[in-house]
Nanobody, 124 residues
Framework: QGQLVESGGGSVQAAGSLRPSCVVSGYTYGGSCVGWFRQVPGREREGVAF???????RYSDSAKGRFTISKDSAKNSLSLQMNSLKPEDTGLYYC??????????????????WGQGTQVTVSS
């Protein structure tokens, strides 16, 4: 049974940066897509960034050019470098994983393993 644990969220002012991380245990994510989702109260969980088994990345339109997803297969971890943050980036950020090889789904229901979330708050 895989466990994902996020850390590194926090509160920053607009234009600032954060780098949440996720450590995966009990699950070797070789052959998997891993990614980050954002949850805002009253709204559907939104895919932000994904990285496939081959390292190919996908980003939401709002994340392109500002966020960078990376993974360290040796450490079974992934990170999301978030730059030029905006108040609309505020939310609970979850890491997630699914055994889908190189292909990355963008909808939450297609992911098998989830972390507990880390809060990111951006003030104007």
């Amino acid at each position: 049974q895989g466990q994902l644990v996020e850390s590194g969220g926090g509160s920053v002012q607009a234009a600032g940066s954060l780098r949440p991380s996720c450590v995966v245990s009990g699950y070797t994510y070789g052959g998997s897509c891993v990614g980050w989702f954002r949850q805002v109260p009253g709204r559907e969980r939104e895919g932000v960034a994904f990285i496939g088994d081959d390292g190919f990345t996908r980003y939401s339109d709002s994340a392109k050019g500002r966020f960078t997803i990376s993974k360290d297969s040796a450490k079974n971890s992934l990170s999301l470098q978030m730059n030029s943050l905006k108040p609309e980036d505020t939310g609970l950020y979850y890491c997630a994983a699914v055994r889908s090889g190189n292909y990355c789904y963008t909808r939450g229901f297609e992911y098998t393993y989830w972390g507990q979330g880390t809060q990111v708050t951006v003030s104007s």
